[in-house]
């Protein structure tokens, strides 16, 4: 696969990270606890960050990205 898809959400402390179909971990409010919530299961959570770091390391490898915010202060971070 070279296409992906990557969801954003920010979290109350202010970090993006990256997710598909969040509305399960609505309840999430801090990085931490985003870490937390996939520690069991087989998914990496990741940052903005991380994912730069993963498609410089894949040049090859293309995103299509969403992001579930409308609030404009939200968007700018």
Do not use: W
């Not at 087989?42 to 409308?70: A, C, G, R, S």
């Amino acid at each position: 696969m070279r296409l992906m898809e990557a969801d954003f959400y920010l979290t109350k402390d202010n970090h993006i990270v990256t997710a598909h179909n969040f509305n399960h971990l609505s309840k999430i409010t801090t990085f931490e606890e985003f870490k937390k919530s996939y520690a069991k299961g087989y998914l990496t959570p990741m940052t903005f960050e991380d994912l730069v770091i993963f498609m410089e390391q894949h040049p090859d490898l293309h995103f299509i990205t969403d992001t579930k915010f409308t609030d404009i202060e939200c968007i700018q971070i």
